[in-house]
């Protein structure tokens, strides 16, 4: 079965870090774009970032531009989100998922039906 876990999440105060890790089993994620996304309460889930097979491409939300980071280990078979400055309206459950690249080329933040497989998300609450 293939399965991607997210981990890394937790309560942080307003200008904090974190670094959320996505790790597949099961499948091989060199194969294939990664996408992180998030939802908060009420709202539709958003794209925050995404990755190409090789690391190459990376895009971006405007709303995290220059405060987060997503890189990836192939060797390690897993993705990262490193998040810096965080604010509140940060807070949300972040997803990563994996994306076949001929849906989920990563020249532009693709939306959520262009991905596969999904992990189960990570709460991330950013709050004083």
């Known amino acids: 079965q293939l399965h991607l876990v997210e981990s890394g999440g937790g309560l942080v105060q307003p200008g904090g870090s974190l670094r959320l890790s996505c790790a597949a089993s099961?499948?091989?994620?060199?194969?294939?774009?990664i996408g992180w996304f998030r939802q908060a309460p009420g709202k539709e889930r958003e794209g925050v970032s995404c990755?190409?097979?090789?690391?190459?491409?990376?895009n971006y939300a405007d709303s995290v531009k220059g405060r987060f980071t997503i890189s990836r280990d192939n060797a390690k078979n897993t993705v990262y989100l490193q998040m810096n400055s965080l604010k509140p309206e940060d807070t949300a459950i972040y997803y990563c998922?994996?994306?076949?690249?001929?849906?989920?080329?990563?020249?532009?933040?693709?939306?959520?039906?262009?991905?596969?497989?999904w992990g189960q998300g990570t709460q991330v609450t950013v709050s004083s």
């Open positions: 998922a994996a994306g076949f690249p001929f849906k989920a080329m990563c020249v532009i933040l693709r939306p959520p039906e262009s991905y596969d497989f």
């Open positions: 099961g499948f091989t994620l060199h194969y294939y774009t």
């Open positions: 990755i190409s097979r090789s690391g190459d491409s990376t």
